[in-house]
Every structure is written in C-alpha cells, then in structure tokens.
C-alpha cells in the first residue's frame, strides 16, 4: 500500500552535516504523523523525531538543537536535516508514517522505510 524510500545516508566527520530525505508513495498519500527513528548495534530503536500534518515537530532530547525535522506534505516528503554530527548518533535511520487517527509508535502499525545508515566517525 506504501512504500517509502530514504535517501541521504551516509559517512561523515563529527561535526558535519547530513540531510535525509524520505518520499512516500502507494495507495496512501496522507498520513497522520511522519519521522524519523534510528537504531545503533545493540541499542532500541529510539524516535529521533516527529512531525505532525499541521506541522508540530518533537525531538529526542539528544538531538534538539542539532536536528531539524520538516516535511512536504503536498509531495509527501520529510527531511531531517542533521548537524553538529557526533559519533553517537551512529545508526541505521528509519523513516516511518502513521495513518490518519494515529500516532508514531513502535507498537502501531505504522509504514517504515528499509532504513539509511548513518556513520559519524570521530
């Protein structure tokens, strides 16, 4: 029903910056909440942030300041733009929509991208 595609992964310097992109297509072209979540070797996959329809965003507390969420919803688009990248936020970084009515959870059946690897070398 959907499919989303991530795109902008990749190796970068502590310090650098990356922009991730993620395009939704299929039979369901709006959705309630769309984000980001990532996911380290032996670590939970953790919500790195969120955005809303109306364009409410909400960010992990280790990334606020650094990380800027948006999203296109006429293109059903969301970006993260990541900067001041440090080693810790080393991860694969999984792009994820909820339906209509619902929220962002591991829990719901939420859409999920394959996932773009993201290494931040000291």
């Known amino acids: 029903q959907v499919q989303l595609v991530e795109s902008g992964g990749g190796l970068v310097q502590a310090g650098g910056s990356l922009r991730l992109s993620c395009a939704a297509s299929?039979?369901?072209?709006?959705?309630?909440?769309m984000g980001w979540y990532r996911q380290a070797p032996g670590k939970q996959r953790e919500l790195v942030a969120l955005?809303?329809?109306?364009?409410?965003?909400v960010y992990a507390d280790s990334v606020k300041g650094r990380f800027t969420i948006s999203r296109d919803n006429a293109k059903n688009t969301v970006f993260l733009q990541m900067n001041s990248l440090k080693p810790e936020d080393t991860a694969v970084y999984y792009c994820a929509a909820s339906r209509v009515g619902t929220i962002l959870s591991p829990s719901n059946n939420n859409f999920w991208g394959q996932g773009t690897q993201v290494t931040v070398s000291s």
């Open positions: 299929g039979s369901i072209f709006n959705f309630e909440q």
């Open positions: 955005i809303t329809r109306g364009g409410r965003s």
